[in-house]
């Protein structure tokens, strides 16, 4: 029995009506994905580079604390790698005009020069908070970076997520009042602008020109900070390398467990997705059927 399947008009059978042939059309995961594992490994990347960013971060700082990094040895390190991050990105990005590097440059010369004369004041915004509340807020805010960060690898942003990069420059505010002196919270904060300001664009930039050069930035940015917390505590470098190869290869192959467990069914119950066809076509299809409604009968 040939079962049409409308409600404009009057039908003997009831409108919950099927046939036996109703779960003929049954259709499981027919639109689901199949994600290869290197490939998501090397997706997983992204987030295990924000990770090891961010935990460069409180290395320096302990550095600094136990006097084994001075803040102008630290300024020095930040500034040569800045200029070197800023000419590969230029020769990255052809579409970023010659025309602008004096401008980004005067910029960059106002804001370290009004960042230098303001570090006396940063450096005791947060003197007398308590040091474990300070360490407490710096976790928290640090964990918001990560989770709020821009993990997009198509992004056109220059800028990091806002949230992100609050929480981020909230961090070393509060780690600065912890060093002795303004130049140390001159060169704390400097760094973490770096880190979490500049350095995100760059990445993404790097990862969309080059598949082997994504795959060298993850590998140093998993190293180096895993070495740099090995010189601090065994602990230390330890949860960090772990929760890194975690993230690298044990999450994609926890997501591939889980892919075949899904199980989406498709059906005649499924609502009914209109075929559009885009631009001026579709107007134009639209115009015509609105005009030919409008017809008289004895023009049709």
């Known amino acids: 029995m040939n079962t049409r399947k409308i409600l404009y008009e009057q039908r003997d059978e009831p409108d919950n009506y099927v046939d036996e042939w109703f779960l003929n059309e049954l259709r499981k995961n027919i639109n689901v994905k199949r994600y290869d594992y290197w490939t998501l490994v090397r997706e997983a990347g992204i987030v295990t580079q924000q990770i090891g960013t ?9 550095y600094m604390q136990n006097d084994w990094l001075t803040p102008i040895a630290l300024t020095a390190i930040v500034t040569s790698t800045s200029l070197i991050g ?13 025309s602008h590097i004096w401008s980004h440059a005067k910029s960059a010369a106002i ?4 960042l230098f004369a303001l570090s006396p004041v940063l450096a005791t915004l947060t003197h007398t908070i308590s040091t474990d509340t300070i ?7 640090l964990l918001m970076n990560i ?3 821009d993990y997009n690898p198509y992004s056109t942003s220059l800028v990091a997520s806002p949230i992100s990069l609050t929480s981020a420059v909230f961090a070393s505010v509060c780690l600065a009042s912890r060093l002795p002196t303004a130049l140390h919270t001159f060169a704390t904060i400097l ?3 770096q880190i979490f300001a ?6 993404r930039l790097i990862k969309s020109r080059s598949r082997c050069a994504d795959c060298l930035q993850t590998f140093i940015l998993v190293v180096m900070p895993t070495v740099a917390a090995a010189s601090l505590s065994g602990l230390a470098a330890f949860l960090l390398s772990t929760l890194l190869i975690f993230i690298i290869f044990l999450c994609p192959l926890w997501l591939i467990k889980l892919q075949s467990l899904k199980n989406n069914i498709h059906g005649p ?3 009914a997705v209109p075929r559009t066809v885009s631009g001026h076509r579709l107007s134009s299809v639209v115009r015509r059927s609105a005009d030919s409604d409008c017809l008289p009968d004895n023009e049709e």
């Open 198 to 203: 500049l350095f995100p664009p760059l990445r």
């Open 86 to 98: 800023y000419v590969v990105y230029i020769c990255l990005d052809v579409s970023t005009p010659l």
């Open 135 to 141: 360490y407490c807020m710096t976790s928290i805010t």
């Open 191 to 193: 760094v973490s602008l």
């Open 54 to 62: 961010v935990a460069l971060f409180p290395i320096a700082f302990c």
């Open 111 to 114: 804001f370290v020069t009004f």
């Open 269 to 271: 119950w499924d609502e």
């Open 147 to 149: 989770l709020f960060h």
